[in-house]
């Protein structure tokens, strides 16, 4: 019997080791393995939500840089005055008696530019007379919409001179555009 006692004691021994063992030394690298397991998912989760957030601004930029390039192109700024000198400035083609015989601007009286509209836009009428080749008449239209502020073109009445001797005939042109611009608010409190 000593000898089964001995051997249910170095079974009962190497049981306790063990178990000991695994309570001491096996239980806790096991705990710390599964705490760096979910500590490295939530760290993939966050850099998986990171790249999206990241992929989702550079589509968010480049969908803004392209709406600015669009306003750039497509849209006219509305100036706080018409600034028709320099607006006659620009439009103003050298008399020369050839390609052009006359041109006279007329400015009329400011007025609302979208009528019965709540807004605080006003455009300031100009019209522009002039004799001269059709070409001309198209370069001046064509001056007034490339202006980078807003410049409408309202009529344009276009009648032939009668004079067919020269190559190129003559017209009588009348021009009316409209030089849009935003009223301030203290100009428009101290109507």
Partial sequence: MPTNKRLLLGVLSLLVLVVAGWLFIVWPVYR????????????????ETSVRQSQAIERLTAALREAS??????????????NIAGLMRSLSLPVDNVTIRDQTFTAGQPKEAVPGAEFSVKALPLT???VSRFDAVFALIRAAEAQDHLVRVSSVNIASTGDDEQ???????????????EVAEAQQEGR
């Fill in 32 to 47: 710390e393995v599964t705490a760096v397991n979910e500590q490295v998912a939530e760290l993939r989760r966050k850099s």
């Fill in 69 to 82: 390039d669009r306003i750039d192109s497509k849209f006219k700024s509305i100036p706080d005055s018409p």
């Fill in 128 to 130: 522009v007379d002039m």
């Fill in 167 to 181: 190559e190129q005939p003559l017209v009588k042109a009348s021009i009316r555009l409209e030089a849009v611009f």
